[in-house]
């Protein structure tokens, strides 16, 4: 079982839309879950960063987690053309070695 | 500020050569990781390196691969004898400590290694 699944895609949504991106992760000793968010031929880079369960917001996008089922979701609300990149859940178990999904490719369609 | 440098961005060696990737982590960062991704990968751990140190390499493959990360200049990934199914993206990260466990790394632009 990897550590972490995530939904492969891709994804392909009008502009305006909500996106929701999902991960689910298998050992409960992680804490702390990321998404990255990576355009086309460049490194990653983190979007959000949550420590507890429950919701997270800036701006347009929204953290989730549920320890309890070891779910980790993103939301992008009205979302745009510019957020058209791949995303890619990520956890960590308190030292710096951070597993990430495979990731789910994102289309913004104008 | 500059971020994390990588290079080269692009390599290109035939079968049986030596691959070297270079990094330069964000100035004030001690830590750095490499990462390698595949298509339908994504980012798989390598190594995780200190100044001098390697504290975690349970990522690294057995035999041809080895990291360093010297007192003074970038931290290298070497590659000896490539083959084919070296070609990917190597990136690497860096982080201020492992006093702020978040996870939070800072990537570079990565290197795309191509074997012939």
């Given amino acids: 079982q990897k550590e972490v699944e995530q939904d492969p895609g891709p994804l392909s949504v009008p502009e305006g839309a909500i996106v929701s991106l999902n991960c689910t992760y298998s050992n409960s000793a992680f804490q702390y879950f990321m998404w990255y968010r990576q355009y086309s031929r460049k490194g990653p880079e983190l979007l959000m960063y949550t420590y507890s369960s429950g919701n997270k917001e800036d701006g347009r996008f929204t953290a989730q987690v549920d320890k309890s089922s070891k779910y980790i979701s993103l939301f992008i609300r009205d979302s745009q053309p510019s957020d058209s990149a791949t995303y890619l859940c990520a956890i960590s178990g308190g030292y710096q070695k951070v597993t990430f999904g495979t990731g789910t490719k994102l289309q913004v369609i104008p | 500020n500059a971020g994390v440098m990588q ?25 750095v990781y490499w990462y390698r991704q595949l298509p339908e990968e994504g980012l798989k751990f ?71």
């Fill in chain 2, 7 to 31: 290079n080269p961005r692009h390599l290109v060696r035939r079968r049986g050569q030596e691959a070297r990737l270079r990094c330069s982590p964000m100035k004030g960062h001690s830590h």
């Fill in chain 2, 46 to 116: 390598m190594v995780y390196l200190q100044k001098e140190n390697i504290i975690d390499e349970s990522g690294m493959p057995k035999e041809r691969f080895s990291a360093e990360f010297p007192k003074e200049g970038p931290s290298i990934l070497r590659i000896q004898q490539v083959v084919r199914g070296d070609s990917a993206a190597y990136f690497c990260a860096s982080s201020p400590s492992t006093q702020s466990n978040t996870g939070e790394l800072f990537f570079g632009e990565g290197s795309r290694l191509t074997v012939l």
